[in-house]
């Protein structure tokens, strides 16, 4: 056989072995966060945070930390790894809205830490609020926060998590 042929095989062969580590450091971080068998969580051991998702204008929507100071982003949230967060969202708007922690700020990114509250499907009506319990297990990481409506992450409807 000549060259070319041997060529064409290591080059195949290492686009495989680059899509395979590619699509591992892709999926392998952003596995479901584990929690100890048998762990139990009280009052005490979560921290309850609270954020509010609504629109600052006809064109711009916003997440904030209390109903009445929405920003686009919104504000960083800073997680401890390890520690058990309780998140709520309260939908101060007029519109349907949703919370996801994701790793980019766009409609269908992947989820991280199975941290969602409402979708597309089921969103969070006007008025109320849902929650989600999570386990920040990836330390040293930024993500980002967003709403899974389709159109409102553009409409500024982000912000990022770090997680310390």
Do not use: C
Not at 44 to 50: C, N, R
Not at 129 to 157: H, R
């Amino acid at each position: 056989m000549d060259r070319s042929y041997y060529l064409v095989i290591a080059v195949l062969v290492l686009a495989i072995g680059l899509v395979v580590a590619v699509m591992l450091y892709l999926l392998v971080p952003l596995q479901p966060a584990f929690v100890p068998p048998n762990t139990v969580f009280n009052e005490s051991s979560t921290i309850k945070v609270t954020i509010y998702a609504g629109e600052i204008s006809d064109t711009l929507y916003g997440f904030g930390m209390s109903p009445d100071n929405l920003s686009s982003p919104g504000p960083t949230l800073r997680l401890q790894t390890g520690i058990p967060i309780n998140l709520t969202l309260v939908n101060v708007g007029s519109k349907y809205h949703a919370l996801q922690i994701t790793n980019a700020p766009r409609t269908g990114a992947a989820v991280v830490f199975n941290a969602e509250i409402g979708s597309i499907d089921v969103p969070v009506p006007p008025g109320e609020s849902k929650s989600v319990l999570f386990f920040p297990n990836i330390p040293d990481n930024s993500f980002f926060y967003i709403s899974s409506i389709p159109g409102e992450v553009e409409m500024g409807m982000w912000g990022t998590v770090v997680v310390d």
